[in-house]
């Protein structure tokens, strides 16, 4: 698939469960990337451009970092089609919130 018809398959991916979504164009990379983000402090950049592997997917953390979870990828997904970029992006809905529940430990010196 050219990297036009690419980028024409990034507008139909989408998510049906609540999220915000921002698109911007990356001319420095000839492509375009939607950011998504979900209430559950996960979000997405699925992008398609010169470099990547067709229309590819990572997963983001609240500050938009690039990070793993064993149910969703453990590397940045690539050779995606609209379908399975959809699938992800539910999973990644619904994955349970991020909970930090360890305490910190004080240090005596």
């Not at 950011?35 to 699925?46: K, L, R, T, W």
């Amino acid at each position: 698939m050219k990297i036009l018809d690419n980028q024409r398959e990034i507008f139909k991916v989408s998510s049906a469960l609540p999220h915000t979504m921002t698109l911007s164009e990356r001319p420095e990379l000839g492509g375009v990337q939607k950011i998504f983000e979900f209430p559950n402090g996960y979000g997405a950049s699925v992008v398609v451009h010169d470099f990547s592997y067709g229309l590819e997917l990572a997963l983001l953390d609240a500050d938009q970092t690039i990070i793993q979870h064993p149910d969703i990828t453990n590397d940045v997904a690539g050779f995606l089609n609209v379908d399975s970029a959809n699938d992800l992006l539910e999973k990644i809905a619904k994955l349970p919130k991020k909970v930090l529940t360890g305490k910190l430990e004080s240090v005596t010196m």
